[in-house]
């Protein structure tokens, strides 16, 4: 199993463009979620979903959309890009409700220049 | 709101030596913990977790500590080697049950000295 599979590693957009974080896990998993990190700090939850055709707004929800079509695959969209969202991109990936440990891809580097 | 915060954001230790992480949480209906590790350049990496009925739990060479009437938790890193050095992030989640929304700490940067 490759676990969280998360594409692109890193990414530099101008403001105003828009691009997908692809998020992709072969575990089977029903719970999916993506974070930003910002220098720093500490992970804020953007979206998550709870199976496929199922999302829901976390924290820090603006600017950004996500979709759930399938099990597999969780994208986050940028519309709109602006420097605040400027950070560090993860997604990670959880079983179901009695087991806890979410799963980490290795996050995705995004400058909005 | 839920706020989860660290008490230090830098600690070196000595090689060998123990090591304590601490963690202050205000959401007192929290009931799971749970601690990640993150090194450079990597996505955070599942340690060790704790409900809230438990007062300690232990793993390999690492021990979490929950203190609900000050809500605090640390986590101790037994013996501590260079592949120790990283952020480590303590975690909560106000339910156990449904889609577990985690709020994070800030982070503490560990740096294990030779």
């Known amino acids: 199993n490759a676990g969280v599979t998360q594409t692109p590693k890193f990414r530099i957009l101008k403001i105003g463009q828009s691009m997908t974080l692809q998020c992709a896990q072969d575990?089977?998993?029903?719970?999916m979620y993506w974070y930003r990190q910002d220098p720093g700090m500490g992970l804020k939850l953007i979206y998550y979903?709870?199976?496929?055709?199922?999302?829901d707004k976390g924290e820090v929800p603006n600017g950004y959309n996500v979709s759930r079509s399938t099990t597999e695959d969780f994208p986050l969209r940028l519309e709109l890009a602006a420097p605040s969202q400027t950070s560090v991109y993860f997604c990670?990936?959880?079983?179901?409700?009695?087991?806890?440990?979410?799963?980490f891809g290795a996050g995705t580097r995004l400058s909005v220049l | 709101g839920e706020n989860v915060g660290l008490h230090l954001p830098t600690l070196s230790v000595q090689e060998g030596d123990n090591s304590i992480i601490n963690c202050a949480y205000s959401?007192?209906?929290?009931?799971?913990f749970i601690w990640y590790k993150q090194e450079s350049g990597k996505g955070p990496q599942f340690i060790i977790d704790?409900?809230?009925?438990?007062d300690k739990r232990q793993g390999q060479r690492v021990t979490v500590l929950l203190n609900k009437t000050v809500k605090h938790l640390s986590l101790q890193i037994a013996a501590t080697q260079p592949g120790d050095s990283a952020v480590y992030f303590c975690?909560?989640?106000?339910?156990?049950?449904?889609?577990?929304?985690?709020?994070f700490g800030q982070g503490t940067r560990l740096t294990i000295n030779p």
């Open positions: 990670a990936s959880r079983h179901r409700v009695d087991q806890n440990i979410q799963y």
């Open positions: 575990m089977n998993h029903n719970y």
């Open positions: 979903s709870v199976g496929a055709g199922i999302t």
């Open positions: 959401n007192s209906a929290s009931d799971y």
């Open positions: 704790i409900r809230s009925n438990m």
């Open positions: 975690a909560e989640n106000p339910s156990i049950q449904g889609a577990q929304k985690l709020v």
